[in-house]
């Protein structure tokens, strides 16, 4: 049986990681903004709970994947760098922009050919289509798992994947309600800002990542460094003990 009790760590990542995914202009956003003004707050959220139950499933697959890639620490270590390198990216991207993207031809692709009419599969169809969510959570669930954020027990896994589940409801129900309580779509001009702010905040979750390298590193080397005793006489652990004189 599943005790998500135990892992309150590995939820409120999952909780925040969840959210500030979610903030970045694509798709999904664009759609809620769209017909949220136009038909209300219930279409626009079951918009996004659609998008919630897909991005859950690729959160759930990438856990699944990466279960058994973190038992060597050089595999941990290399993880580690690449997830800041991709968060820095991100960030800078999303800090840069000059325009809002409103369409992703794998996700018109996927449109075409499933059709989706009710508002809950329009935000399943739409992540679905969309590969880079999934590489996204990849880098992700690495990320967690290279920093201990969640230890690979499935009690862990879980409770992270159901903080993913409410950090996305809860930033496209508010997106829902503001839209819907203003009843007009928002301006070119208020998406970029929103884009910005996103990478802004990766960019600020990148550079933490990249502080906490830099500190184990400096535990590591501070630990190789440290003085032994060795009968009676001080030495260092990077250092060999002299061996017996060569007659």
């Not at 910005?196 to 500190?215: C, E, Q």
Request: proline fraction near 6%; hydrophobic fraction near 55%; include cysteine.
């Amino acid at each position: 049986m599943i005790d998500l009790s135990h892992s309150p760590v590995a939820f409120v990542t999952g909780l925040i990681s969840g959210f500030m995914v979610s903030i970045p202009v694509g798709p999904i956003n664009v759609a809620i903004i769209n017909e949220g003004a136009r038909r209300g707050f219930k279409w626009a959220a079951l918009i996004g709970l659609g998008s919630v139950v897909m991005e859950t499933i690729y959160c759930a697959f990438a856990f699944a994947g990466f279960s058994a890639f973190f038992d060597t620490p050089m595999i941990k270590a290399a993880m580690e760098l690449v997830s800041f390198i991709f968060m820095l990216y991100l960030g800078f991207k999303y800090l840069l922009a000059k325009s809002v993207p409103e369409h992703v031809a794998s996700v018109d692709r996927i449109e075409q050919r499933l059709h989706p009419h009710s508002a809950f599969m329009i935000g399943f169809v739409r992540v679905l289509g969309n590969p880079s969510v999934l590489l996204l959570w990849m880098t992700l669930v690495a990320t967690f798992l290279a920093h201990n954020w969640v230890d690979r027990t499935l009690d862990d896994k879980a409770a992270c994947v159901l903080g993913v589940a409410a950090g996305a409801a809860a930033w496209f129900f508010a997106l829902s309600y503001a839209v819907a309580w203003g009843g007009r779509r928002w301006s070119p001009k208020a998406l970029l800002y929103m884009e910005r702010v996103s990478g802004a905040f990766l960019l600020i979750a990148a550079l933490w990542m990249g502080a906490s390298i830099v500190k184990h590193l400096h535990k590591r080397e501070i630990h190789i460094n440290m003085p032994l005793h060795l009968n009676g006489k001080k030495i260092l652990t990077n250092s060999v003990p002299p061996g017996p004189p060569v007659p």
